[in-house]
């Protein structure tokens, strides 16, 4: 309880700073709103590293605390991590659609992409200056080179002609 409590405190008053690090993409929050007014299920499927009120807060700072999301994965409500399979099968499960029916899309090869192995769609966001594939490997202790090939790549922006194709 002491050790939660502390967290707690850090996670409310010292994680803020964190927010200098933080550039919305231009863009990104009138890309959420459009597929969210096409019907489409929307999910934050970060690693579930951190409680809600952090995943929230990391949400406000990309300006897409406003998109009704069905579901924000975080420590309270996961049991997996990327690129555990699991992780994704779970997403599914607690959204009630088979995985064939999902987009997963994300800058990291590893982690995101991995989807694939699920019979998820995939899309490989090449916007970030530098993939983190490079860290994820390093993390996960491996430098294969059999990560799943993405379904599509290229920019988050391009996703509506992504879903148009899918749907």
Not at 25 to 42: I, M, S
Not at 126 to 133: G, Q, V
Request: contains cysteine.
């Amino acid at each position: 309880d002491q050790l939660m409590a502390r967290f707690d405190s850090f996670y409310r008053t010292g994680f803020p700073q964190f927010k200098e690090l933080m550039q919305p993409v231009p863009g990104l929050h009138e890309l959420f709103q459009c597929l969210a007014d096409h019907g489409l299920q929307l999910v934050i499927a970060t690693n579930p590293m951190f409680p809600m009120v952090v995943q929230n807060m990391k949400l406000m700072w990309a300006d897409l605390d406003t998109i009704d999301f069905a579901l924000i994965t975080a420590v309270e409500n996961s049991s997996f991590c990327k690129p555990n399979p699991r992780y994704f099968e779970a997403i599914c499960q607690q959204i009630n659609i088979e995985p064939e029916a999902c987009l997963m899309v994300g800058n990291d090869p590893l982690n995101d992409i991995i989807a694939t192995r699920l019979g998820i769609k995939t899309c490989l966001a090449t916007d970030c200056k530098r993939l983190s594939i490079d860290v994820s490997k390093s993390l996960a202790g491996t430098d294969r080179d059999d990560l799943p090939t993405p379904d599509y790549t290229g920019s988050i922006l391009d996703l509506p002609a992504v879903v148009d194709e899918l749907v």
